[in-house]
Nanobody, 122 residues
Framework: QVQLVESGGGAVQAGGSLRLSCAAS??????MGWFRQAPGKEREFVAA????????NYADSVKGRFTISRDSAKNTVYLQMNSLKPEDTAVYYC?????????????????WGQGIQVTVSS
């Protein structure tokens, strides 16, 4: 089993940057993903990276602005978020999937972090 803890959230002005971290403990040979949920909206896929890091996947809304990466030595996955927009405001969740592919399908993800708030002001 794996446990996930997110960090790095906060408030930033539009155009700014934040880097989210997700520290994993336990078994870590998982595909890792980031999802987000804004108030009144459904949870949506943001980005994913395969467990060896060779395959990444991004939602169209964040392509070119967000970058997902992982440091296997530190068992940590990162989400670098640049050129942030007010519509990026949400609670961001880290998740782990027993999958070889960087899937966007939330039902493949069996373990979730507690979530962390990201607020982008205009």
């Amino acid at each position: 089993q794996v446990q996930l803890v997110e960090s790095g959230g906060g408030a930033v002005q539009a155009g700014g940057s934040l880097r989210l971290s997700c520290a994993a403990s336990g078994r870590t040979s998982y595909t890792m993903g980031w999802f987000r949920q804004a108030p009144g909206k459904e949870r949506e896929f943001v980005a994913a990276i395969s467990w060896r890091g060779g395959n990444t996947n991004y939602a169209d809304s964040v392509k070119g602005r967000f970058t997902i990466s992982r440091d296997s030595a530190k068992n940590t996955v990162y989400l670098q978020m640049n050129s942030l927009k007010p519509e990026d405001t949400a609670v961001y969740y880290c998740a782990a999937a027993a999958s070889y592919l960087a899937t966007h399908r939330s039902n493949y993800y069996s373990t979730w972090g507690q979530g962390i708030q990201v607020t982008v002001s205009s």
